[in-house]
């Protein structure tokens, strides 16, 4: 019977990093996983799939519609969907390829099968019908999450779809129906949409985006609409009817009221996600989890079963990849002895749209609720010099600052490249910066970056270029 320190079941960004910090640390290491490939959702039916679809998509949608502007003439592209799915295969199995050489690398033992806590110290893992049980002195859970369903509405991965089945269809809809206008919904909306589908989302809320700062919300929709994007909020889809050759989708009132139809060739539902906590045998290993399902734990990850730790999407908080890799690096330390930490104020997200949308720290409303003394500063993307050159000016940054302290709450940006200049807001939140600090630090000329030092100069009232 194999000896491990470590045991880590799953192979997302939580598992496989924590692994690769904890032989970093001298443990010996083995992961557990069910599927086939490693990488867990991310790199096969999430993060990595949908951003190689939206970098395709927005190359034929510029191609079609941006490149004659700038003196570039090319004919009409033609899509070759097969060679886009292909291109998204590709960077797939590059990245999985990664982190199978993490693993020889770092010297950490992959058992390909689905793992049980068997107790204290206990893994069992089985596949093919065989099962063998594995000694360690430590556990970490990190099984990720699976799509939330619509009661009634049975997902066939062809027709009515999760993300999984909306990353590989094997056409372009002519309508596509979206339930749910949150993170999936815009982004895989946004990759049929520019390939040609009629894109109508359906939202239970009376915004998109919840969780994100009303007024980059708003704007985000406006910019959404011009693109082609129809929404219908405070609605909710209750029935699909498969029986025709169009499915036909049943969509009332949130809030109850006379119901109507709408036909589509595909429907996405993307209502969120639940913890996935199948086939680990927790209730009988004793393993406590929270009333929404998922697995109980305490500041420093550890369950309610010595020994057993548990992170990423299968733990409360944002289910994000880079949310899961440090808490997978936070746990390694800690089981080493060492104090491993997460700062949850400064957690970044990104929607990988045109424009991006990105965001790190508290939202106004957040501010407003807390009932804090808070200074806006804001500025937009059509007084940014390399901004108007481009001729890409939707969009504007916000920063929101302590009234008192000027220390910098929270960071919120609709723009292109939104999802890289949202870091320099995170490193000054981590370090407990201020708008100051940040409109005293120089930027290179001419950037998209300058705009996030006008937005802090704009805290003190003093932009430049506004
Ligand atoms: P997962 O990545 O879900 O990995 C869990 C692994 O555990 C899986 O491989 C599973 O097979 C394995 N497993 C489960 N049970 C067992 C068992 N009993 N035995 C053995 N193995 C088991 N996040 C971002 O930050 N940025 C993005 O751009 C982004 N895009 C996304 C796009 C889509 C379409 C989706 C669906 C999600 C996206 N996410 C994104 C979210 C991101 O994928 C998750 O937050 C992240 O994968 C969570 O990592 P994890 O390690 O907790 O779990
Ligand atoms: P989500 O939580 O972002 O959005 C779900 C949306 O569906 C919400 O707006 C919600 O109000 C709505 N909704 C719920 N029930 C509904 C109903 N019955 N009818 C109509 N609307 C309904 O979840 P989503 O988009 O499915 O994504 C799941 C997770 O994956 C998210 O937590 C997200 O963090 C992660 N993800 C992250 C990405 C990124 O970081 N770029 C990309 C894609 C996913």
């Given at each position: 019977?194999?000896?491990?320190?470590?045991?880590?079941?799953?192979?997302g960004?939580?598992?496989?990093?924590?692994?690769?910090?904890?032989?970093?640390?001298?443990?010996?290491?083995a992961?557990?996983?069910?599927?086939?490939?490693?990488?867990?959702?991310?790199?096969?039916?999430?993060?990595?799939?949908?951003?190689?679809?939206?970098?395709?998509?927005?190359?034929?949608?510029?191609?079609?519609?941006?490149?004659?502007?700038?003196?570039?003439?090319?004919?009409?592209?033609?899509?070759?969907?097969?060679a886009?799915?292909?291109?998204?295969?590709?960077?797939?199995?590059?990245?999985?390829?990664?982190v199978?050489?993490?693993?020889?690398?770092?010297?950490?033992?992959?058992?390909?099968?689905?793992?049980?806590?068997?107790?204290?110290?206990?893994?069992?893992?089985?596949?093919?019908?065989?099962?063998?049980?594995?000694?360690?002195?430590?556990?970490?859970?990190?099984?990720?999450?699976?799509?939330?369903?619509?009661?009634?509405?049975?997902?066939?991965?062809?027709?009515?779809?999760?993300?999984?089945?909306?990353?590989?269809?094997?056409?372009?809809?002519?309508?596509?129906?979206?339930?749910?206008a949150?993170?999936?919904?815009?982004?895989?909306?946004?990759?049929?949409?520019?390939?040609?589908?009629?894109?109508?989302?359906?939202?239970?809320?009376?915004?998109?985006?919840?969780?994100?700062?009303?007024?980059?919300?708003?704007?985000?929709?406006r910019?959404?609409?011009?693109?082609?994007?129809?929404?219908?909020?405070?609605?909710?889809?209750?029935?699909?009817?498969?029986?025709?050759?169009?499915?036909?989708?049943t969509?009332?009132?949130?809030?109850?009221?006379t119901?109507?139809?709408?036909?589509?060739?595909?429907?996405?539902?993307?209502?969120?996600?639940?913890?996935?906590?199948?086939?680990?045998g927790?209730?009988?290993?004793?393993?406590?989890?929270?009333?929404?399902?998922?697995?109980?734990?305490d500041?420093?990850?550890?369950?309610s079963?010595?020994?057993?730790?548990?992170?990423?999407d299968?733990?409360?908080?944002p289910?994000?990849?880079?949310k899961a890799?440090?808490?997978?690096?936070?746990?390694?330390?800690?089981?080493?002895?060492?104090?491993?930490?997460?700062?949850?104020?400064?957690?970044?997200?990104?929607?990988?749209?045109?424009?991006?949308?990105?965001?790190?720290?508290?939202?106004?409303?957040?501010?407003?609720?807390?009932?804090?003394?808070?200074?806006?500063?804001?500025?937009?993307?059509?007084?940014?010099?390399?901004?108007?050159?481009?001729?890409?000016?939707?969009?504007?940054?916000?920063?929101?600052?302590?009234a008192?302290?000027?220390?910098?709450?929270?960071?919120?940006?609709?723009?292109?490249?939104?999802?890289?200049?949202?870091?320099?807001?995170?490193?000054?939140?981590?370090?407990?910066?201020?708008?100051?600090?940040?409109?005293?630090?120089?930027?290179?000329?001419?950037?998209?970056s300058?705009?996030v030092?006008?937005?802090?100069?704009a805290?003190?009232?003093?932009?430049?270029?506004?």
């Amino acid at each position: 019977m194999a000896t491990y320190d470590l045991v880590v079941i799953g192979t997302g960004p939580g598992g496989y990093v924590c692994a690769v910090r904890a032989s970093q640390l001298g443990m010996k290491v083995a992961v557990v996983e069910k599927n086939a490939t490693l990488g867990g959702t991310c790199l096969n039916v999430g993060c990595m799939p949908s951003k190689a679809l939206l970098h395709a998509s927005e190359m034929f949608e510029e191609a079609g519609h941006s490149f004659a502007k700038m003196g570039v003439s090319v004919s009409s592209p033609k899509l070759d969907l097969p060679a886009m799915m292909n291109f998204k295969q590709q960077g797939i199995d590059g990245n999985v390829k990664g982190v199978e050489f993490l693993m020889k690398k770092n010297k950490i033992d992959v058992l390909k099968g689905t793992g049980k806590i068997l107790g204290t110290g206990k893994v069992e893992v089985s596949a093919d019908g065989k099962s063998q049980t594995i000694e360690t002195k430590n556990i970490v859970i990190a099984t990720g999450s699976d799509i939330a369903r619509l009661k009634g509405i049975e997902i066939d991965e062809k027709r009515i779809v999760s993300s999984t089945g909306a990353l590989s269809l094997d056409k372009v809809p002519g309508k596509l129906l979206i339930v749910g206008a949150g993170v999936i919904g815009l982004e895989l909306g946004s990759v049929w949409k520019r390939l040609g589908a009629e894109v109508v989302v359906v939202e239970f809320l009376d915004r998109i985006l919840p969780g994100m700062d009303g007024e980059i919300a708003k704007q985000f929709q406006r910019i959404l609409e011009k693109q082609g994007f129809a929404f219908k909020l405070g609605a909710k889809v209750t029935a699909v009817d498969t029986s025709g050759k169009t499915l036909k989708a049943t969509i009332e009132p949130a809030a109850g009221g006379t119901a109507e139809t709408l036909e589509a060739d595909v429907v996405l539902v993307a209502i969120g996600r639940v913890p996935f906590t199948d086939a680990l045998g927790l209730k009988e290993a004793g393993v406590a989890l929270d009333p929404r399902g998922r697995v109980q734990i305490d500041p420093h990850f550890a369950t309610s079963v010595k020994g057993v730790y548990a992170i990423g999407d299968v733990v409360a908080g944002p289910m994000l990849a880079h949310k899961a890799e440090d808490e997978g690096v936070a746990v390694a330390e800690i089981i080493a002895g060492q104090a491993g930490h997460v700062n949850y104020d400064v957690i970044p997200g990104v929607v990988y749209t045109t424009p991006e949308v990105s965001s790190v720290g508290k939202t106004e409303e957040e501010l407003k609720q807390a009932g804090v003394a808070y200074t806006v500063g804001k500025f937009p993307f059509t007084a940014n010099g390399r901004s108007k050159v481009n001729q890409t000016t939707d969009g504007f940054v916000k920063i929101l600052a302590d009234a008192k302290t000027d220390r910098v709450l929270g960071v919120h940006i609709i723009g292109r490249e939104a999802g890289e200049l949202i870091h320099e807001a995170c490193v000054l939140m981590e370090f407990g910066g201020s708008a100051e600090d940040l409109a005293r630090t120089c930027h290179a000329h001419p950037t998209r970056s300058e705009a996030v030092k006008e937005a802090a100069l704009a805290v003190g009232k003093r932009a430049i270029h506004m």
